[in-house]
């Protein structure tokens, strides 16, 4: 076989550390002006070149397909125009090398359809936190399928999106030793690129937290679309995310979003005065709400999470704390309304395997939040957040959760759609707007109780009839 040279442009340091690492997934982090566009393209080609397989097939994307265009179209033809025989079709933005068949084409995620039902070898997403999710699930990930592809997520950040989803998933892979993951990130202080005076005047026509993200690649810049982002304005303004000491004279509260084979989400937190102080904050995903019935000997019976919120030091019980009136144990466990559903396979309802556990420290009595619309419920969030403080380390995830809470992007009306996007945000979302529905049934201060005849009064004990709360018979 001829051999065929081609010089191509040296590679910078850092660029040349990721084209190292490159693996079956990869995710790069890196600053504006980094080089990214560059290193994917030699990239394509190379891999393309190196392919021994019948036809191989790359793809470049980027957010939109003009986008891909003045990116990275002048580049590939640049690349390419001392190669023999290379086929450059204009239209399609597509080059063809007839030595093995290879093509690379470039697209965008905003007509990512014109791509289903290809395969490919592996693909670029270029500026993924720019470009709509939806591209890579329905097109590029099954395209990749069949020749088992590789893909690179590159790009900087905005806020705690998709792409910042991606990027923990593959830290965490990485860090649990998988090989088929490489996770990279290059900030412009590290990597010397830019010249420290260019960073300086860069520094002065920005806000800080756009610096911070784009040259510094940090993900906490506010989140387009979000919900609370007055709220933790006011939050941080107020420094109500800082150490906070659990409160044995208080007693606390749990609020769960629970998924099904989902990941579940847990705030416990205590209603203090006008104050509510969150406390703590569990997040996992495959994990059971309760042991088996009769479990085998050997069994483990702590990981499941009736095990683990009674294994917490706090106190869940009021009549614990208060003089108690009643001899019933009265805590306060805020759940969705799909605690009611059955289970398929045993029957019973999660809501009645919590309640009636053969063991007695695993049981528990859910307060059930009525399903309602969502909008009602952010709207009471929102209040909640006004009156919250949180634990600055033992919420954190929690915290990372509600600030990225937001409206879905609808990319072909370019505008926020009135619902919320579900990703990896929700469940401690979901989660914070059960335990503001759950508290809004309660007075804020004890000395206003609903009048005994109001039409409110009457609605609240009916409710408490029905979740299975008792009613209110004491005050703390
Ligand atoms: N290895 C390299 N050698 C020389 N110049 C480079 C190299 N890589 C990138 N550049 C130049 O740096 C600039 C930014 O590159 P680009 O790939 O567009 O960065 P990014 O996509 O990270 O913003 C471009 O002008 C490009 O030509
Ligand atoms: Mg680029």
């Not at 490159?22 to 002006?33: G, I, K």
């Not at 399609?92 to 791509?115: C, H, K, W, Y």
């Not at 290809?118 to 993924?128: F, I, Q, T, W």
């Not at 979901?430 to 007075?443: C, H, Q, T, V, W």
Request: charged share 25%; proline share 7%.
């Amino acid at each position: 076989m001829p051999t065929l040279t081609v010089q191509l442009p040296d590679l910078r340091r850092d660029q040349w550390t990721l084209f190292q690492a490159f693996t079956r997934w990869n995710v790069w982090v890196c600053h504006r002006r980094f080089g990214k566009t560059m290193l994917c393209l030699y990239l394509l080609l190379l891999e393309a070149f190196r392919n021994r397989q019948a036809r191989p097939r790359y793809a470049y994307v980027a957010p939109l397909y003009r986008q891909a265009k003045a990116i990275a179209w002048d580049t590939l033809k640049y690349f390419v125009q001392y190669i023999p025989g290379t086929k450059v079709n204009e239209q399609e933005l597509r080059v063809d090398f007839p030595q093995n068949g290879a093509r690379i084409q470039l697209l965008g995620a905003d007509s990512p359809d014109t791509l289903r039902g290809l395969y490919l070898d592996g693909a670029v997403l270029d500026e993924y936190a720019q470009m709509q999710p939806r591209a890579w699930r329905e097109v590029i990930r099954p395209a990749l399928a069949d020749r088992t592809g590789w893909a690179i997520w590159i790009g900087t950040p905005n806020g705690r999106n998709h792409f910042y989803d991606v990027a923990m998933r593959a830290q965490g892979r990485q860090a649990a030793g998988d090989t088929s993951y490489s996770y990279r990130i290059f900030r412009a202080s590290e990597t010397g690129i830019l010249s420290a005076a260019e960073l300086a005047s860069a520094r002065e026509t920005m806000q800080d937290f756009e610096y911070q993200q784009e040259f510094e690649c940090s993900w906490t810049a506010p989140v387009p679309g979000s919900y609370y982002q007055e709220e933790f304005a006011a939050i941080e303004r107020q420094g109500r995310v800082r150490p906070l000491v659990y409160d044995p004279y208080y007693p606390t509260c749990t609020a769960w979003d629970l998924g099904i084979n989902d990941t579940n989400a847990i705030w416990y937190f205590q209603p203090k005065g006008n104050e509510v102080h969150f406390i703590d904050y569990d997040e996992g995903s495959s994990t059971p709400l309760a042991p088996p019935d009769y479990p085998q000997p050997g069994a483990d019976l702590d990981n499941n999470w009736l095990a683990i919120v009674r294994s917490k030091p706090y106190i869940y019980d009021y009549s614990r704390l208060a003089e108690p009136r009643s001899r019933e144990p009265y805590e306060q466990h805020f759940g969705p309304h799909d605690l009611g559903e059955r289970e398929y396979g045993s029957g019973k309802t999660r809501y009645g395997i919590a309640l009636y556990h053969p063991m007695e420290r695993y049981r528990l009595r859910f307060t059930v939040i009525p399903r309602g619309p969502i909008q009602d419920g952010i709207a009471v969030a929102r209040r909640l957040l006004s009156r919250a403080v949180f634990d600055e380390e033992r919420c954190a995830r929690g915290l990372d959760a509600l600030r990225a809470y937001r409206r879905e992007w609808n990319e072909t009306s370019q505008a926020f759609a009135d619902h919320p996007y579900h990703n990896w945000a929700s469940n401690g979302s979901d989660a914070f707007r059960y335990a503001a529905i759950g508290l809004e049934g309660e007075p804020a201060t004890p000395e206003h109780p609903l009048p005994g005849n109001s039409f409110l009064w009457a609605r609240e004990q009916a409710k408490r009839a029905r979740t299975g709360r008792p009613l209110r018979t004491f005050r703390l």
